[in-house]
């Protein structure tokens, strides 16, 4: 742990430096791919070692899967043996590690490296496989022409700047960034001019960098302070169980679910701050006019803790692994896709038997939510006083849904897992299951996953 906050701190003045002496203006794409590759080895072996091996191996192997496999299936040869590879480490880390504590754990850049891995293959198999009218909007947007080169692909994979927490980012996105037009290519996407700017503007992420620095120092606190005083496994302590009554047991799981949550905050929001300070993570310009430097974000505090709905949490959490999921899973699933993305979910995550808790309830809470959202929530539209009650109800739910669901992902094996929801009387389990028996399942609205170029579609049918 204190080499990963030693080298993100480091990596956050680095950022800077690259920033301001690296810039496109100073230097070429070539010296800022080799820089960028050259800093994250450099932390990477720092952080983990001999262990920081398996990262170099699944990096090269999947590159020659990029280079000699065919274009119809990189994609699923990619994922395959990212997913295998990682699947494998997973598995000799309980044989190294154990349940706890992980120290010099590499798994976490790995997860990161597997994202990128199978994310650039998708896009690669898009823009090069695919015709246009086959894909989506975001798919179109995102595709990748051409292979990319060997430096290129080792910049993207192991930057400094995400090597250690990520995020995940688009291959195209962050190839924008090296070659200096990152900035410009999302301000295009806006009317800028409406703003108020009479000519293209050059936003600082400065501002941007010391609110998320802000941010991470009070969650430090917080998790220095609440963290440990407030331990997950004391909600299966035997004691405890004998003489708290259920609902203050209830009142107790939101307390230490809130207080296992800062050290994410900690990590995700110091991982946004150094690309952000690289000049990495511009999205564009509001409705108000402010800049926004949330390309990269992981997360979204406010809506994570007032969210009133499981898809609204969710959403909000772990942002770009969500991304991820919906881009290489989601969107492509020819069945199922909702029950497929969880199940990638808990298999990218790990084999602790505890994930696969958390992301199997999660499924099925997910379908039971969607169900009385879609039969009961447009009866609670009709005044502001029903709205009221119909949020405040709603917004209790879903959090102590989301504390029911992951507990198991913290306490990983099975016996405390039981235990606890032994504890819990099983209650949201029964209470989903007896929501997807009585209540009718009506269609959602068709997603967009659909080609978008309708008229070329039109033009090809009639022809």
């Not at 179109?140 to 927490?165: C, G, H, Q």
Request: glycine residues 4%; proline residues 4%; aromatic residues 16%.
């Amino acid at each position: 742990q204190i080499n990963f906050v030693a080298c993100q701190l480091f990596a956050l003045l680095a950022a800077f430096w690259f920033r301001i002496y690296l810039g496109p203006s100073h230097a070429s794409s070539a010296v800022r791919h080799a820089f960028a590759t050259l800093f994250g080895i450099y932390f990477a072996v720092f952080c983990f070692g001999w262990y920081s091996i398996h990262l170099f191996v699944l990096v090269m192997m999947n590159y020659g899967i990029m280079n000699m496999a065919s274009i119809p299936n990189i994609h699923r040869y990619s994922f395959v043996v990212a997913m295998g590879y990682l699947t494998l480490c997973h598995i000799s880390r309980i044989y190294i590690f154990h349940y706890g504590i992980l120290t010099t754990d590499f798994s976490g850049p790995l997860m990161i490296i597997t994202q990128k891995i199978t994310t650039l293959a998708c896009q690669l198999h898009d823009g090069i496989g695919r015709q246009a009218e086959e894909l989506t909007a975001e798919q179109n947007r995102l595709a990748v022409k051409t292979r990319p080169s060997l430096l290129e692909y080792l910049s993207y994979l192991l930057n400094f700047m995400s090597i250690i927490a990520g995020p995940c980012s688009n291959y195209k996105d962050y190839i924008a960034f090296i070659e200096g037009r990152h900035v410009h290519m999302k301000l295009l996407e806006v009317n800028w001019k409406q703003k108020g700017y009479d000519r293209l503007p050059d936003p600082s992420p400065t501002g941007a960098v010391m609110y998320k620095l802000c941010v991470t120092l009070v969650s430090l606190i917080l998790f220095l302070t609440l963290t440990k005083n407030f331990p997950m496994a004391y909600i299966i302590d035997n004691e405890f169980l004998d003489t708290t009554p259920f609902l203050s047991r209830l009142g107790y799981l939101y307390v230490v679910t809130q207080a296992a949550k800062p050290k994410y905050y900690f990590a995700w929001t110091l991982a946004d701050a150094v690309n952000n300070a690289a000049g990495y993570g511009f999205s564009g310009v509001d409705e108000r006019g402010t800049f926004r430097w949330d390309l990269l974000s992981n997360l979204n505090i406010w809506n994570i803790e007032t969210a009133t709905s499981f898809k609204m949490y969710i959403e909000n959490w772990n942002i770009q692994t969500a991304a991820w999921l919906k881009r290489v899973c989601y969107d492509r699933a020819p069945w199922y896709p909702t029950a497929l993305t969880f199940i990638l979910s808990a298999l990218w995550h790990g084999i602790y038997p505890g994930y696969y808790f958390t992301f199997l309830t999660g499924i099925l809470i997910t379908l039971a939510a969607r169900a009385i959202r879609n039969n009961c929530r447009h009866y609670f539209l009709l005044s502001v006083p029903l709205k009221i009650a119909y949020d405040v109800v709603t917004w209790v739910v879903t959090q102590l849904a989301v504390c029911y669901t992951v507990a198991p992902f913290v306490m990983l094996a099975v016996e405390p897992t039981i235990k606890f929801y032994k504890s819990m009387y099983f209650h949201m389990h029964i209470l989903s299951i007896l929501v997807l028996l009585t209540l009718p399942i009506r269609p959602q609205a068709q997603s967009i996953r659909k080609p978008q170029n309708r008229a070329v579609q039109n033009s090809v049918k009639s022809k």
